[in-house]
């Protein structure tokens, strides 16, 4: 009966209208097998059941298959993540899928809960996993800004199929993991249960032989071997055990959220010896076996015994029980039926969302784009970065030189003729040139901002966007809605995303203001700001003119500065760059400091980065060990980076250091 009704539910759903019927999902660490790469596998089933298409593509938006082919959202309705470490890094619609107990944010990584959470907060929208302890880690960092929802769909790190029917198999308990433990030469959590059980010829234990060179189950009568990474084989391998014990970390239980074991089991068919996790009990209740796993080892090893001897004294009883859990799986847990409500509600959902954000008022903005030397990549970065701009009271001017304009006039407009908005042309003196068309040195970016203050009416709105900047679609409107929402604020900040090209996953949020200071590696940035022109552009001419990595952030230092927590803005970092505006950070602050009211000063310092605020004291070098992890990690990395060694070598180790780090099973 179930087996019909789920086809009947299943020919209901109708790819909405206007939808295209591909999605995309982010494939991290590649080569390596894990339980995303299974995830992923359920997904592309569940996406055929349903007459729909899963691509998978990599963090920084590009086909998985075709590196060097990015996804736009013509080729996908909207892309979805199972890891907090990967931030939006492309323009199209994405989620989050809140599958990780929250300790893991803080636990997992020295510094990592800030950075993790607001590469959440990069995201379109989440998926909830029914988890107290996730959703309510959104909830709060959304709760005052009005363009933000809380979860509407649920997505579990479930299966479309095979579902089994019930049966017993041969009644032996099925346990599965990486005895992740073993890596660190510690016990496993549940090293002593095992040991118990293992003796007991009753289990049988599957997972990989060796992991990154240790034979992690080394001991173990009970291993059985592995399991491919396919999506369906280690549910029939549950099916032919016929009892599944799953257990879950402490993490885990905190945020009342499960492993994928429990899913897996319910699609066997197996009856299930569960710890006490609340989303167990809340969603399951008497269809489990549950066992007290806080008591001791050898305690919790004669609950699973007592559970062993009753299921095979009450077999019919015990495949029944079984029955009612996959029935309750069937109606609510299935991966097709949480695709399907998604798609379903989608349309809907991102029409919400895209109103939240916009402006009651339009007034006009103008974005002023950086060509200081024509460069077709970066021309066509600026194309892009306008077209796509659901702003519509939008003037875009593009910042030449007049050496550019003379020699490159035509084909800069050629290229223009792709934008899909008018760009006008304005003649700024970015510096004098030599014969050849070379910069000798450029002039102060203050005498830039000047000369665009001068042409804009008062009370004006601007954006500058630098050369190495791109802006995704709800850029400006999401900047002026946040300008809006503040009747004190004449500037207001976005986060950035920033990157420094060196790998795929090489993406980092950055959530704040630094107007004074500079830490290389964490960029000011341009176009994150929207600046009201100010009042006093006449007091500015003492002061501007001598500024030049911190010609904005005087602007942004006497305004009062908004700042929101979303990152539409992605940022390639240039490491030249940065080490020259850090040599000159010092000496620009004082000019500030000259010029701005002491409370003004005091303002400013309030709003930077949690991030950047860790500048390095010299002094407090002779006393690391009391430093700050995230301070004690910078200066660790600056030292690295200085080494002097080849960039293929520094890049190796860098990589084989980040996948050591990321050796804690994702959900």
Not at 2 to 7: C, F, P, R
Not at 372 to 381: F, K, M
């Amino acid at each position: 009966m179930a087996d019909s009704q789920e086809v009947v539910e299943t020919a209901r759903f109708a790819k909405p209208e206007g939808l295209i019927g591909a999605f995309g999902v982010v494939r991290l660490w590649p080569g390596i097998n894990n339980a995303e790469v299974e995830v992923i596998e359920r997904l592309k089933l569940a996406a055929r059941k349903l007459g729909l298409t899963c691509v998978e593509i990599s963090p920084n938006g590009c086909r998985a298959d075709s590196p060097n082919v990015r996804v736009t959202h013509e080729d996908l309705d909207f892309v979805l993540h199972l890891h907090y470490e990967t931030p939006k890094a492309y323009d199209i619609f994405s989620f989050v899928a809140l599958w990780n107990p929250l300790r893991f944010y803080y636990d997992y990584r020295e510094g990592a809960y800030r950075k993790f959470s607001d590469h959440l907060l990069s995201h379109d929208d989440f998926l909830s996993c029914d988890s107290p302890g996730a959703d309510d880690h959104v909830r709060r960092m959304i709760l005052r800004d009005p363009s933000r929802l809380p979860p509407a769909f649920t997505l579990f790190h479930s299966l479309a199929e095979p579902i089994l029917p019930p049966s017993l198999g041969a009644m032996k308990l099925f346990y599965v993991g990486i005895n992740w433990e073993r890596l660190g030469r510690q016990k496993s959590r549940h090293q002593e249960l095992l040991d118990r059980l293992d003796k007991s010829g009753d289990l049988r234990i599957y997972g990989p032989d060796v992991f990154l060179g240790v034979k992690v189950w080394a001991g173990f009568k009970s291993y059985i071997g592995e399991i491919p990474f396919d999506g369906v084989s280690i549910v029939q391998e549950i099916a032919a055990a016929g009892i599944s014990l799953v257990l879950s970390s402490e993490a885990h239980k905190e945020s009342a959220l499960m492993s994928s074991r429990l899913f897996e089991s319910l699609a066997a068919g197996a009856v299930i010896i569960c710890d006490e996790n609340p989303f167990a009990r809340k969603h399951f209740g008497d269809t489990l076996l549950y066992i007290d796993t806080t008591t001791t080892p050898e305690e919790t090893h004669q609950q699973i015994r007592e559970h062993l001897r009753w299921i095979k004294a009450n077999q019919r009883e015990a495949v029944a029980m079984a029955a009612r859990a996959q029935a309750l799986f069937r109606a609510k847990f299935t991966m097709d039926r949480s695709l399907a409500e998604l798609y379903t509600g989608f349309p809907e959902r991102r029409e919400t969302l895209a109103r939240l954000k916009k402006p009651e008022a339009t007034p006009p903005v103008t974005l002023f784009l950086m060509l200081p030397s024509y460069d077709a990549a970066t021309l066509q970065r600026h194309i892009d970065s306008v077209s796509t701009q659901t702003y519509p009271n939008l003037t875009c001017v593009l910042l030449v030189d007049g050496f550019t304009q003379e020699k490159l006039g035509a084909r800069i407009q050629k290229q223009l003729r792709e934008c899909r908005v008018p760009v006008e042309l304005l003649r700024v003196d970015f510096g004098p040139r030599d014969r050849r068309g070379r910069f000798g040195k450029r002039l102060r970016f203050g005498l830039v901002v000047q000369e665009l203050l001068r042409a804009l009416p008062p009370d004006a709105l601007f954006c500058i966007v630098g050369e190495r900047e791109q802006l995704f679609a709800d850029h400006v409107t999401t900047l002026v809605k946040t300008l809006a929402g503040s009747t004190a604020a004449s500037a207001c900040a976005f986060s950035v995303l920033r990157t420094d090209n060196t790998g795929t996953d090489s993406y980092e949020v950055q959530d704040g203001v630094d107007v004074f200071g500079h830490v290389p590696g964490a960029p000011f940035g341009a176009a994150r700001f929207l600046i009201r022109r100010p009042a006093n552009d006449e007091e500015l001419a003492c002061v501007l003119p001598w500024l030049d990595s911190k010609a904005l952030a005087l602007l942004v230092a006497q305004a009062d500065c908004v700042l929101t927590r979303r990152a539409t803005l992605l940022h390639v970092v240039d490491s030249a760059a940065e080490r020259k505006e850090a040599a000159a950070a010092g000496f620009e602050d004082e000019i500030m400091r000259d010029f701005l009211p002491s409370a003004r000063c005091a303002g400013a310092g309030a709003i930077r980065s949690r991030k950047t605020s860790a500048s390095v004291d010299p002094l407090s070098l002779l006393s690391i060990s009391d430093m700050p992890n995230d301070k004690r990690r910078m200066i660790l990395r600056e030292l690295f980076v200085a080494l002097p060694m080849p960039t293929l070598v520094r890049r190796g180790i860098l990589w084989a250091y980040r996948q050591m780090r990321r050796l804690a099973p994702p959900y």
